[in-house]
């Protein structure tokens, strides 16, 4: 799969108080005036109420109800601002033109999503909602080095606008997914900032196609380091913080212990919704020692899991990826 990957890659494109209404009077001392007679042609008449006076606070307008009734900024395609855990993702992986980087690359956007819609219902379970999403890879990496000798191509923004207008039919989320070849994650990301600074955007960082000066994709397996998913998340934490976004998904892939090194060094951000996204194709034991290897129960970090329609040995089902533990947040179906 490998292989074929970096083959087929070349498809891709370069926001009075109330009146009580009654009247007061200043207590008299005892005997010290005498009463005054009242003239009964001169008594006031009773005053009626104002009814904008006593109008009770629900039913003012939305513009004097308190601040904190407002929402606080954008939100999630279906409602709030916290991704996890009051969701739980579930997305199709891969990129157009092509069926061998995942499911994206089958068919045509709606009937994609009406799949996805199917495949993501099981996985809405104990009240915690299931928020569809459409992992694109945008930066593929490439066999080859091309003409700027950096082993990727990019997707043209035209067609990602596209998948995002897609996929905010189905109230669902856009993860731009980045494979970026001799170029730093950061490069890579930086030119999606258009994107990334839309409330239903996420990112994700594959660490398997990220080489360092003088390593080909022939002879070695990808791999990044703390320091530069740190230089990544902190960008993307800056620029969710500039816009008021809510929560925003950052999901790592890694399959190995080596690709991601000095993990322990990782930084949550309190913006991002931080997931180790735990790759790999296989039989179901082999899937599972992973996951049990690469998993994460540090405060501020979640879990992803991939499956593979055509490379797994008995996919497990939804109601198996539930019982893994820790159950996973974001699944992902390649």
Not at 8 to 16: D, F, I, K, V
Request: proline fraction near 8%; include cysteine; aromatic fraction near 8%.
């Amino acid at each position: 799969m490998f292989l074929a990957a970096l083959l087929l890659a070349s498809s891709c494109t370069s926001g009075a108080e109330r009146s009580s209404g009654g009247n007061t009077s200043a207590a008299e001392p005892g005997g010290s005036q005498k009463e005054p007679t009242e003239d009964p042609s001169k008594t006031p008449k009773p005053q009626e109420p104002d009814p904008k006076k006593d109008e009770p606070e629900k039913d003012k307008p939305e513009k004097d109800k308190p601040e904190k009734d407002k929402p606080a900024g954008p939100e999630l395609p279906r409602g709030g601002r916290r991704l996890f855990p009051d969701y739980r993702v579930v997305a199709y992986y891969g990129t157009p033109s092509t069926d061998v980087l995942g499911v994206l690359g089958e068919a045509g956007t709606k009937e994609t999503s009406e799949r996805l819609l199917e495949q993501s219902r099981p996985y809405k379970v104990e009240g915690r909602p299931v928020l569809p999403a459409f992992e694109l890879i945008a930066t593929v990496a490439a066999g080859s080095p091309g003409a700027d000798g950096d082993y990727n191509l990019s997707l043209d923004h035209a067609e990602i606008s596209r998948y995002l207008k897609a996929v905010r039919k189905i109230k669902g989320l856009l993860i731009i997914d980045v494979q970026p070849g001799t170029d730093t994650f950061l490069e890579e990301v930086k030119p999606y900032e258009r994107f990334l600074k839309e409330p239903d955007v996420g990112l994700a960082l594959d660490s398997e196609w990220r080489w360092g000066a003088g390593e080909t994709p022939a002879e070695t397996r990808g791999h990044t380091t703390a320091a530069e998913i740190n230089e990544v998340s902190a960008w993307l934490a800056e620029l969710s913080k500039k816009h008021n976004l809510p929560q925003k998904l950052l999901a790592v892939h890694a399959f190995a212990t080596g690709m991601v090194r000095d993990r322990y060094r990782i930084k949550a951000q309190p913006r991002l919704a931080f997931t180790f996204h735990i790759d790999g194709f296989g039989g179901r034991a082999a899937k599972l020692s992973k996951y049990d290897t690469l998993k994460t129960e540090r405060k501020g970090f979640f879990n992803g899991f991939k499956l593979f329609y055509d490379e797994d040995v008995n996919m497990f089902s939804p109601a198996e990826v539930l019982g893994i533990k820790p159950r996973p947040d974001l699944i992902t179906y390649q």
